[in-house]
């Protein structure tokens, strides 16, 4: 009775409108497509996406109210392999699908077209029914199709214009205030929001995915590193014990990664609201350059919602908030002249590590052909292919790129590699018997990026002070990886010819350093706390503090300096000026559970200590099945 009612209210706004818009995340039933988030801030939306592994996915299907009017519809899509394949006019792209109205097929294939930015594309004309009509999504190739938007406009209608943002721009509902919102659910997001919480803190998480765990989940499958307990604070770590995958390995099976591990404990700590979807893109600040409140945008239909808080703790990778918040910032390199790090370069550049898109084969259930399409690299051969079972961290695109503003053709250059390869390997390889009777099984659509904007602090972290042992009196949780620094392969190393897809990692041993508190809060924005790879670090000193055991432990001080700025009401400066004893405190003692849990030794690395892997079993003896 419900859903009749409101069809007839819609049908009497239906029956004035000239224009229908609808947009593809707010479909009822996506059927085999999925919601693409990453983009949202390039493009202005989330987009449904037919990933399917060059097999076409199931319809997307929704219903709305029409009037019997006669519409031209448009689609707003992507020919997104169109900087690589220059001749779409001739043989379309990836990523072909059709229109389907009332079960009719509109004429025009569409996807496949274009220059290879987002446009309006023409699909057909239609005449809606009176009351409830259908639309549905019919992907034709399973090569990521992408749809952001349908619009049915009248013929001469003046109220359809194409637009670049979708965004809805209305001020949304605002959610009970929070002591600490917490931007980000990766690891360094969920140990940051459960350490405030443990901590007395009405505390927020709020992530921008269906899944918590950022690029160790299963959307992403990349597996934590680097020791966690050391000293000076062998209890931080403990947070990440719980909440950290039994096993190690790049992309394995989804399970490996234990989504329902990390949400587990999430959901169980009180004081904690989870908030899953929520892609925060706005920052309001008051006249003292205070942030009193962070806006998001619903990932599935666009609704808004203000969260207020008295402090914010950005554990976004990208350093959104921050940047949003005018928060200081670098991105890519340092001078030498600057830093006066040996590795440094001698001008100041733009050049990152890159993003990895993952996948793995094995032995397929069924028919395990694989297509050859004329979009793919032709430049893939016998010589430089990849016969594997399995892309992993070195499957990595876009060095040197702009991780952020071109994030988009970095993420489909690693799935036109991995596809392209495959094809190869499949098709064209001179053992390809060996890979017979195997398929893709996972490609990740959800690109692994290791390093973009990183806020300035207080004390920014470079090489010398891990070269030389320069130890600070804030000193917080040890990181131990080496300094790993990854830089494309040359054309000479790979036999390739085009743009590097893989890297070679440049590794130095360290010391294990304790992290300087002062680099984990904003040095201009007052109560913006960060953890994870956004810290207050040069680029080379990122090549140590970026693996995520590491950032768990960040993420479980900057809970506790949090719960110090909260008693004394102050700013997290001030906690290093007047209360680092206090941190210290907390530090020494741990916002762990205090029970079991399996032991992490996975993918630890070697030091320059000779007795780190010692000191870590020491650590955690007691609370270790």
Not at 417 to 441: R, T
Request: hydrophobic fraction near 35%.
């Amino acid at each position: 009775m419900k859903k009749v009612m409101m069809l007839l209210c819609f049908a009497a706004i239906a029956a004035q409108a000239k224009t229908i818009f609808i947009e593809a995340e707010s479909f009822d039933d996506w059927g085999g497509w999925v919601n693409d988030t990453q983009f949202m801030d390039q493009m202005g939306s989330p987009y449904l996406l037919a990933h399917g592994l060059g097999k076409p996915v199931a319809d997307a299907k929704t219903t709305f109210v029409g009037n019997g009017w006669k519409y031209d519809v448009w689609v707003r899509t992507r020919n997104w392999t169109a900087y690589w394949h220059p001749g779409w006019r001739l043989h379309p792209g990836a990523g072909t699908f059709n229109i389907v109205v009332n079960g009719e097929k509109l004429p025009n294939v569409i996807g496949g077209q274009g220059s290879g930015e987002w446009e309006w594309v023409k699909a057909g004309e239609v005449t809606l029914k009176v009351g409830e009509n259908t639309v549905a999504l019919h992907d034709l190739d399973g090569f990521d199709g992408r749809v952001d938007a349908i619009v049915f406009s009248t013929k001469g209608s003046s109220e359809f214009t194409p637009r670049d943002s979708l965004l809805r721009e209305s001020v949304g509902k605002t959610m009970p205030p929070y002591d600490v919102v917490v931007v980000g659910g990766g690891i360094a997001g969920i140990c940051a929001a459960i350490s405030s919480a443990r901590l007395g803190l009405k505390t927020a998480l709020i992530h921008d995915r269906p899944v918590l765990g950022g690029n160790n989940s299963s959307e992403v499958r990349v597996h934590l590193g680097a020791y966690a307990n050391l000293p000076p604070y062998p209890r931080l770590g403990d947070v990440v014990a719980e909440i950290g995958p039994k096993a190690g390995g790049n992309a394995r099976e989804a399970s490996v990664y234990e989504d329902d591990r990390k949400m587990k404990v999430v959901k169980e700590t009180k004081g904690l609201d989870l908030y899953l979807n929520q892609h925060v893109n706005r920052v309001c600040k008051d006249d003292e350059g205070r942030i009193i409140a962070v806006g998001s945008q619903d990932t599935r239909n666009g609704d808004r919602y203000v969260f207020k808080g008295s402090w914010f703790v950005d554990c976004t990778g990208d350093g959104s908030v921050g940047y949003r918040a005018g928060a200081d910032f670098r991105m890519g390199r340092e001078a030498k002249s600057e830093t006066n790090e040996p590795d440094a370069p001698e001008k100041a550049d733009m050049i990152t590590m890159g993003a990895s898109v993952q996948w793995y084969a094995e032995k397929a259930d069924g028919d395990a052909a694989f297509p050859v399409r004329p979009w793919m690299l032709k430049t893939i051969n016998e010589a430089n292919c990849s016969p594997h079972l399995k892309g992993d961290w070195w499957w990595e695109a876009g060095l040197g790129r702009d991780q952020i503003a071109e994030g988009e053709y970095i993420r489909d250059y690693g799935l036109l590699v991995a596809f392209s390869n495959w094809a190869f390997v499949k098709n064209g390889y001179s053992k390809k018997d060996v890979f017979a009777d195997k398929e893709l099984k996972w490609v990740a659509y959800n690109a692994g990026r290791r390093e973009s904007r990183r806020l300035l602090g207080d004390f920014i972290l470079d090489q010398n002070h891990l070269r030389n042992k320069d130890f600070q009196p804030d000193g917080t949780c040890a990181t131990t990886w080496t300094i790993d620094l990854h830089l494309p392969k040359t054309a000479r190393e790979s036999k390739f010819e085009g743009e590097p897809y893989q890297s070679n990692s440049l590794n130095e041993k360290i010391w294990p350093y304790p992290i300087p508190y002062r680099c984990l809060y904003s040095r201009n924005v007052p109560n913006l706390f960060m953890a994870g790879r956004d810290i207050s670090v040069t680029h080379i000193a990122l090549g140590t503090t970026r693996l995520m055991r590491t950032h768990g432990m960040m993420g479980e001080v900057v809970g506790m300096a949090a719960s110090i700025c909260k008693k004394h009401g102050c700013n997290p400066r001030d906690v290093y000026k007047s209360h680092l004893d206090e941190l210290k405190e907390l530090m020494t003692k741990g916002v762990g559970d205090g029970k079991k849990h399996p032991r992490q030794d996975y993918n630890c690395q070697s030091s320059l200590d000779p007795d780190i892997k010692k000191h870590h079993e020491e650590s955690i003896k007691g609370r270790v099945e």
